[in-house]
């Protein structure tokens, strides 16, 4: 039976532990943008042993390339972006103190077993939803890479951003527990 949690950025190990495939999170505080490229130029600066443009430490990244805003607004619309593009580079972030990803769709086993190795949880956020979802963003900054245009990384504030957890730290995925209930034995 999921459960529901409200949580605030940065995650703790104790945040992400309690966490099962299926629990709904309401997320509050910063979690920060990227994709692909942004995730390929932060390992690149991983593997250099130069300084991040945030700290990772508890983040929690959002694969994201958001609309630009309407007048008045931090952000247009805000939808997740599939996630196995980034498979190649979040086990390295999830090493380096990364707690958590937002997308949507499945995540390859390497990703899974970091999450499980690094105490890491992968949350799914609603496709199609990105104009709801951008109304949670209550602030929006690009911090690096603005040649990236909507994939810059961006700080983004965020209040009861509604996620749920679809890899946990015990190695579950929810895409595999919801099949499982619905195949034919």
Same mark, same amino acid.
Not at 79 to 84: A, H, I, K, R
């Given at each position: 039976?999921?459960?529901?949690?409200?949580?605030?950025?940065?995650?703790?190990?104790?945040?992400?532990?309690?966490?099962?495939?299926?629990?709904?999170?309401?997320?509050?505080?910063?979690?920060?943008?990227?994709?692909?490229?942004?995730?390929?130029?932060?390992?690149?600066?991983?593997?250099?042993?130069?300084?991040?443009?945030?700290?990772?430490? /508890?983040?929690?990244?959002?694969?994201? @390339?958001?609309?630009?805003?309407?007048? +008045?607004?931090? &952000?247009? #619309? $805000?939808?997740?972006?599939?996630?196995?593009?980034?498979?190649?580079?979040?086990?390295?972030?999830?090493?380096?103190?990364?707690?958590?990803?937002?997308?949507?769709?499945?995540?390859?086993?390497?990703?899974?077993?970091?999450?499980?190795?690094?105490? /890491?949880?992968?949350?799914?956020?609603? @496709?199609?939803?990105?104009?709801?979802? +951008?109304?949670? &963003?209550? #602030? $929006?900054?690009?911090?690096?890479?603005?040649?990236?245009?909507?994939?810059?990384?961006?700080?983004?504030?965020?209040?009861?951003?509604?996620?749920?957890?679809?890899?946990?730290?015990?190695?579950?995925?929810?895409?595999?527990?919801?099949?499982?209930?619905?195949?034919?034995?």
């Amino acid at each position: 039976m999921s459960q529901t949690y409200y949580l605030t950025t940065p995650l703790k190990e104790e945040d992400v532990t309690k966490l099962n495939s299926g629990d709904i999170v309401y997320l509050s505080g910063i979690i920060y943008s990227a994709r692909d490229a942004a995730h390929k130029r932060l390992v690149d600066l991983i593997e250099e042993g130069k300084d991040l443009p945030f700290d990772l430490e /508890g983040s929690v990244i959002y694969f994201v @390339g958001p609309t630009p805003p309407k007048p +008045g607004e931090p &952000i247009g #619309s $805000a939808g997740p972006t599939t996630s196995y593009r980034m498979d190649t580079y979040s086990p390295t972030l999830l090493k380096h103190g990364s707690r958590g990803m937002i997308g949507k769709g499945k995540r390859n086993s390497d990703v899974i077993n970091a999450c499980m190795e690094h105490k /890491g949880v992968y949350f799914g956020a609603t @496709g199609g939803a990105g104009a709801l979802l +951008g109304k949670r &963003i209550i #602030s $929006a900054e690009i911090i690096a890479y603005p040649e990236l245009g909507p994939e810059a990384v961006r700080k983004l504030e965020v209040k009861d951003f509604p996620v749920t957890v679809i890899n946990d730290t015990k190695g579950n995925d929810l895409y595999q527990i919801g099949r499982s209930q619905y195949e034919i034995k």
